[in-house]
């Protein structure tokens, strides 16, 4: 019985190992394309023509609105922006989601405690966000004072980390 036991652990312990190692390689914008809610964000990536910078070594920390944070924009603002003539500023409204690095939420739960309930992060495109403990959660404030609740961390790739937010933060 002790040996059925033992190797019914073992397959499960390898089952999730061997998933865990799968997720592991696929990078950033794999996972992204993998999950059903971020179809938009895909979709503006493909549109801003970020899918290769994030599809590069990184480490990269992404804090990635879902399909109902990109719903709160107006949609004839959404649409515009997908536009080709607008493909610039897409590009920097995208990578204001982005942080050089591979930041778990270990890292910014211990920048906080050192921030003392705040912490600010620069974004690749060089505007600031800054992360803070509010309301029981942690949330990002964008320049424009807007917040934006983290609602699952460290989804982890190969070439970085995703924290999934619940609206899309703004840059100035």
């Given at each position: 019985?002790?040996?059925?036991?033992v190797t019914?652990?073992?397959?499960?312990?390898?089952?999730?190992?061997?998933?865990?190692?799968?997720?592991?390689?696929?990078?950033?914008?794999?996972?992204?394309?993998s999950v059903?809610?971020?179809?938009?964000?895909?979709?503006?990536?493909?549109?801003?023509?970020?899918?290769?910078?994030?599809?590069?070594?990184g480490p990269?920390?992404?804090?990635?609105?879902?399909?109902?944070?990109?719903?709160?924009?107006?949609?004839?603002?959404?649409?515009?922006?997908?536009?080709?003539?607008?493909?610039?500023?897409?590009?920097?409204?995208?990578?204001?989601?982005?942080?050089?690095?591979?930041?778990?939420?270990?890292?910014?739960?211990?920048?906080?405690?050192?921030?003392?309930?705040?912490?600010?992060?620069?974004?690749?495109?060089?505007?600031?966000?800054?992360?803070?403990?509010?309301?029981?959660?942690?949330?990002?404030?964008?320049?424009?004072?807007?917040?934006?609740?983290?609602?699952?961390?460290?989804?982890?790739?190969?070439?970085?980390?995703?924290?999934?937010?619940?609206?899309?933060?703004?840059?100035?």
């Amino acid at each position: 019985m002790k040996k059925i036991i033992v190797t019914f652990a073992l397959i499960a312990f390898t089952a999730v190992f061997n998933q865990t190692q799968a997720q592991a390689k696929k990078d950033i914008v794999d996972i992204a394309v993998s999950v059903d809610d971020f179809s938009t964000l895909v979709t503006a990536l493909k549109a801003a023509d970020l899918v290769g910078a994030l599809k590069g070594d990184g480490p990269f920390t992404v804090f990635a609105p879902t399909n109902d944070a990109f719903g709160k924009i107006d949609s004839n603002t959404l649409n515009s922006l997908l536009e080709p003539k607008n493909k610039s500023t897409l590009a920097g409204i995208l990578t204001y989601h982005v942080v050089s690095g591979k930041l778990m939420a270990s890292d910014v739960a211990a920048a906080l405690k050192k921030g003392k309930g705040k912490v600010e992060l620069t974004t690749l495109s060089g505007g600031k966000l800054t992360a803070m403990s509010k309301d029981g959660g942690i949330y990002l404030k964008d320049a424009n004072g807007n917040y934006s609740k983290i609602a699952k961390t460290d989804v982890a790739g190969s070439n970085g980390v995703i924290h999934i937010i619940e609206s899309v933060v703004m840059p100035k």
